[in-house]
């Protein structure tokens, strides 16, 4: 089949960069991007100069939020890409499929249970279909720690923790911009968690059952800066162009410059050119103070589920660390996989991995360890790889754009039922941390 697959996104903020440059520079033969479509033009101008610049290739048509219809009726795609803010998805999902489309979409499905009901709606009256793209599924740890539960070696498994932290350079981000309104985001046991959910429902086979939780505002926001001494860091709204913010280690700008050598940010062309260029358009500040009086999502969360195989899973995320990683542990009938990862953490169009500085770098590592019963412990082998997320982001775009991909014995490919199954525990914990109960997942969201 010589025709190529016909793709458009929706959402033009950083997130869209991944697909443009997959369809443009590795998959031509096979896939074409038809469109943008989102509610900024600038953006949408931003990332077709960068694809006349950099990729050779002309500029794609743009439409605006409101005529999305229009783009698919006038450009027919096969598939519509979701990479807009989070509370959308289910918008585009529910129209992109009612008008004849499959759909791709980032992380989360949505966050709440009544768009994601949406969604599965449109799903049963349309037959078209959903992929979620899980991208750490595909990093070489995690796909390790799926091969070694499914070998065996440990057996059955019977309870996991997991730890995960966000820096203060890496979390703080999600407190300057939209993702610190709850009802943008679910909250990060929706936007950031639902990933670290995903890889344990893929890791057990299995689904939530029982979901109780506990968290709240403890670092960010006017209060606890208040709290510390630190009533100076509220003074402003945002960061960008504000001379009292100068010393401030949290302050981000995104009008272009440079770090002043002292461990405060570097910054791309990326964040300049999608958010602050846009403003008098959009209205929306990417580099708001993280201790604002308007935050409210957690940055100090802990999570326990009980799923239907009867497994057992302590979950906890704090987003103010002085170091940014991971701590996983898996306990079988037979033994024992833990996982530790001391990473590099990032801004989403700003600066890349490959960018971090020496100090930001510093203690970066992983390993896997593995523990059988009454013997010594193993230190695992865990394969090298490129890109981001690991190296986990160019596996799974050829799993996606690629009309025949590398067979893929970890099935890793993530359909609807586990996005719906990844953001149940985060809403099941919202919804706890509201009532003070544990909630049972099948009064939320269906995940059969």
């Not at 038809?34 to 990332?47: E, G, I, L, P, Q």
């Not at 794609?60 to 807009?84: G, L």
Request: aromatic share 8%; proline share 4%; charged share 25%.
């Amino acid at each position: 089949m010589s025709e190529r697959t016909k793709y458009a996104i929706v959402g033009a903020g950083g997130r869209a960069r991944m697909f443009i440059d997959a369809i443009l520079k590795t998959f031509t033969s096979e896939a074409e991007l038809v469109a943008f479509c989102d509610t900024s033009k600038v953006r949408m101008n931003w990332h077709n100069h960068r694809i006349e610049a950099e990729l050779s290739a002309p500029p794609r048509p743009t439409y605006a939020a409101s005529d999305f219809d229009r783009m698919v009726r006038e450009h027919k795609p096969d598939v519509i890409i979701v990479t807009s803010p989070d509370y959308t998805h289910h918008e585009y999902i529910d129209r992109a499929m009612r008008l004849g489309c499959d759909v791709i979409s980032e992380k989360p499905m949505t966050i709440d249970a009544g768009k994601a009901n949406v969604i599965l709606k449109a799903m049963r009256e349309t037959g078209k279909k959903l992929r979620m793209t899980f991208n750490y599924r595909y990093m070489p740890l995690a796909t390790k720690v799926r091969e070694l539960v499914a070998s065996g070696v440990i057996g059955r498994p019977m309870a996991v923790s997991f730890n995960w932290l966000l820096d203060t350079r890496h979390g703080a981000d999600y407190f300057r911009r939209w993702h610190r309104e709850k009802d943008k985001s679910g909250g990060l046991l929706v936007h950031k968690a639902t990933h670290h959910f995903d890889l344990v429902n893929w890791w057990l086979a299995s689904v939530p059952k029982t979901v109780f939780a506990m968290g709240g505002l403890k670092f960010y926001g006017r209060e606890n800066a208040i709290a510390r001494g630190d009533e100076k860091l509220t003074r402003y709204p945002r960061y960008t162009g504000v001379a009292a913010a100068a010393d401030d280690p949290f302050a981000l700008k995104i009008d272009g410059q440079t770090n002043d050598g002292e461990g405060r940010l570097w910054i791309s062309d990326g964040l300049r050119g999608l958010y602050y260029e846009a403003e008098s358009e959009t209205g929306y500040i990417r580099d708001r103070n993280v201790f604002d009086p308007d935050i409210n999502i957690e940055d100090t969360m802990s999570v326990m589920v009980n799923y239907n195989s009867g497994v057992v899973l302590n979950y906890s995320l704090v987003a103010y660390s002085p170091w940014e990683g991971f701590q996983i542990a898996i306990t079988g009938e037979k033994g024992r996989v833990e996982v530790l990862e001391r990473e590099g953490s990032h801004i989403i169009a700003g600066q890349s991995d490959s960018e971090l500085t020496a100090a930001q770098r510093e203690g970066a590592g992983k390993s896997i360890v593995l523990h059988r019963m009454f013997k010594s412990p193993e230190q695992v082998e865990i394969p090298t790889a490129t890109g981001g997320h690991g190296g986990g982001d160019p596996v799974m775009l050829e799993q996606i754009f690629s009309r025949r991909p590398p067979a893929d014995p970890f099935k890793r490919a993530a359909s609807y039922l586990d996005g719906a199954a990844s953001i149940a525990v985060g809403i099941c914990a919202n919804e706890s941390m509201r009532t003070g109960r544990a909630v049972q997942c099948s009064e939320l969201i269906s995940l059969t």
